[in-house]
């Protein structure tokens, strides 16, 4: 039978009051500079470019997120690309699950 009183009328005033300001603080707080969007391309870098390879052999660790963040590409054409190194002979693979392959540079 019990459960929550009804609130007198200056309360209620005050509740309206503090919920519009924490609106208006939310709505200052998102509006702001535009966030900077990157394009990211579908085309990986060339296999056979010597910097490339020079480059990637500078990592300790290979993995698809690794290499796409750092050339700006796709996860999808990220592994394509390690799976040409690989191929290649630049990098060999030291472990793999289900979804994803880790790879290191060749000695």
């Given at each position: 039978m019990g459960g929550k009183k009804k609130l007198g009328i200056k309360q209620m005033e005050k509740q309206q009051e503090d919920k519009a300001a924490e609106?208006?603080?939310k709505k200052e707080k998102k509006t702001g500079p535009p966030q900077k969007k990157t394009t990211i391309s579908i085309i990986a870098p060339d296999v056979r470019d010597d910097k490339v390879v020079?480059?990637?052999k500078k990592m300790n660790v290979l993995?698809?997120?690794a290499v796409a963040t750092r050339y700006g590409i796709r996860i999808s054409a990220a592994k394509?690309?390690?799976e040409q190194l690989e191929?290649?002979?630049a990098i060999q693979l030291v472990s793999r699950s289900h979804s994803l392959k880790i790879y290191k540079p060749a000695a």
């Open positions: 609106d208006k603080a020079a480059e990637i993995t698809p997120y394509d690309f390690l191929a290649n002979g």
